[in-house]
Nanobody
Framework: QVQLVESGGGLVQPGGSLRLSCAAS????????MGWYRQAPGKQRELVAA??????TNYADSVKGRFTISRENAKNTYLTMNSLKPEDTAVYYC?????????WGQGTQVTVSS
């Protein structure tokens, strides 16, 4: 089992920045890849950024050039978000791909508003 806890969300003005953190615990050595998803009100959950099992990164077109996913070690993953827009408002979820399932965190709210 893997447990994920996100932090760092909040209210920010358009053009501002936030850094989300994800702390993994439990069987962290079973994690093959980690990523970030988001879900805005009334919309489906979507991929924001992720590491593949090979170590490369994928980004949604809407965040390319503004968001950066990074990983400090087997436990901590980050999402640095710059030039935030109102349409980035959503609940952001950390994910970890284990041996035969994907784990999800509880989510952290990001609101971009003036």
């Amino acid at each position: 089992q893997v447990q994920l806890v996100e932090s760092g969300g909040g209210l920010v003005q358009p053009g501002g920045s936030l850094r989300l953190s994800c702390a993994a615990s439990g069987n962290i050595f079973s994690i093959a890849a980690m990523g970030w998803y988001r879900q805005a009100p009334g919309k489906q959950r979507e991929l924001v950024a992720a590491f593949t099992s090979g170590g490369s990164t994928n980004y949604a077109d809407s965040v390319k050039g503004r968001f950066t996913i990074s990983r400090e070690n087997a436990k901590n993953t980050y999402l640095t978000m710059n030039s935030l827009k109102p349409e980035d408002t959503a609940v952001y979820y950390c994910t970890a791909d284990g041996l035969n399932r994907r784990y999800w965190g509880q989510g952290t709210q990001v609101t971009v508003s003036s």
